[in-house]
């Protein structure tokens, strides 16, 4: 079942006195934030009121936080959003909607579960766990389908892989 909240970033330090918080973000890039009005904290929606990128971090504003002793408050928090606010492009995914799912090779073989996707400076990384654990590299000639409804992955792999 998929998560109605999904992570997004955390709260990693105040900036300046009055009230902003630097958000590293854990998505492809720090402005995806900006596209939501609400983002949620502890549970609670919060109003975004302005951000900007500054570095690989956002830079943001929120409702009721007015001061750095109100912005120290909210570090090292995790911040969500809602999933029903997001559309994605045709074919694009969440990578945590395809964790746990089965991954198979071009010819129906189970390999195991994708466990986890490391996200390298080069791309990112499935790490499947079966028989063995198995690195892939989530790139089209590796990755031939990914079947999020299904939670089914066909890969193509190398010998030696």
């Not at 983002?39 to 951000?51: A, C, H, K, N, T």
């Not at 198979?104 to 579960?113: F, S």
Request: charge should be negative; avoid cysteine; charged fraction near 30%.
């Amino acid at each position: 079942m998929k998560k109605k909240y999904l992570e997004a970033g955390q709260i990693v330090n105040t900036h300046g006195i009055k009230g902003e918080v630097k958000i590293m973000p854990w998505s492809d890039s720090a402005d995806f934030l900006l596209n939501f009005d609400t983002v949620y904290i502890e549970g609670e929606p919060v109003r975004l009121l302005d951000g900007r990128v500054h570095k690989s971090f956002l830079i943001a504003r929120f409702e009721g936080i007015e001061n750095v002793n109100d912005a120290m408050r909210l570090k090292n928090q995790v911040v969500f959003i809602d999933r029903d606010d997001i559309e994605l492009p045709e074919g694009d995914f969440f990578l945590q909607d395809i964790i746990g799912a089965r991954v198979v090779d071009e010819d129906g073989n189970e390999l195991g579960r994708l466990a986890d996707v490391l996200e390298l400076p080069a791309g990112n990384v499935y790490v499947v766990q079966g028989e063995r654990e198995i690195l892939i590299p989530a790139r089209p000639e590796f990755v031939l389908n990914t079947d999020v409804e299904a939670g089914i992955i066909t890969v193509r792999l190398l010998e030696g892989m």
